[in-house]
């Protein structure tokens, strides 16, 4: 029963990560930059995890 209990809730966490994660993406040119304020949310106090998908169309040397 813990087990099925278990698959469900991993099954519905991964669907509705999906679902709210759905177009949030930065499209930039290579000349554009992004600014971010200093918080001190954004220095956290243990150990975190940065995750980072590129889609290289065309490289340059």
């Known amino acids: 029963m813990k087990v099925l209990f278990f698959f469900i809730l991993v099954i519905g966490l991964v ?3 999906t679902l ?3 177009n949030l993406a930065l499209e930039l040119d290579g000349a554009t930059a992004i600014e971010v304020p200093n918080s001190d949310s954004l220095n956290p106090k243990t150990a975190i995890t940065i995750e980072a998908w ?4 065309a490289p340059t040397p």
């Open 20 to 22: 709210w994660a759905k």
């Open 54 to 57: 590129m889609n290289v169309k």
């Open 15 to 17: 669907i509705s990560g």
